[in-house]
């Protein structure tokens, strides 16, 4: 068992540019698509970087508000589950003015078991998983649950 649910860099951790507000997913062995057995975990691993307006609109900790869409493939069936459920806080990033003055940006990562976190069944399936975090969406990862 890993150390499921993580919110620090760890191996897997998709890179996020310092210059890019935006939330990026990878899933094991840093790919955009991955099989994982129905018994076993679901590794899904993120990054954001989020600006002042986001942070206005969603407080000091964005991670919070991180929601994940995973879609059953075959059915279409949609579930929608969060990254952190809890209210501890997060983000480790601050990118501050040059008087220290103002919040610019705030950054932060997640490392999760999707299956454990979103509730889904541990059984045969394909997913389609999209992250949302303010304005911004992630680009689209497929899980292939054997």
Not at 85 to 95: F, R, Y
Request: hydrophobic share 45%.
């Amino acid at each position: 068992m890993s150390d499921f649910p993580s919110y620090d860099p760890v191996d897997g951790t998709p890179a996020i540019d310092p210059e890019e507000f935006g939330i990026h997913l990878l899933l094991a062995a840093r790919a955009t698509r991955a099989r994982y057995p129905a018994s076993g975990e679901w590794p899904l691993f993120g990054a954001y970087r989020v600006g002042a307006d986001t942070i206005k609109e969603l407080g000091a900790d964005p991670l919070l508000h991180v929601r994940l869409v995973v879609v059953h493939a075959k059915t279409s069936v949609v579930r929608v589950g969060t990254v952190a459920p809890d209210a501890e806080i997060h983000s480790d990033g601050l990118d501050v003015d040059a008087e220290g003055a103002m919040l610019l940006a705030l950054r932060g990562y997640f490392a999760i078991d999707l299956s454990r976190q979103v509730g889904l069944p541990r059984e045969p399936a394909s997913y389609w998983v999209v992250a949302l975090v303010g304005g911004h969406h992630s680009e689209m990862v497929r899980i292939d649950v054997e």
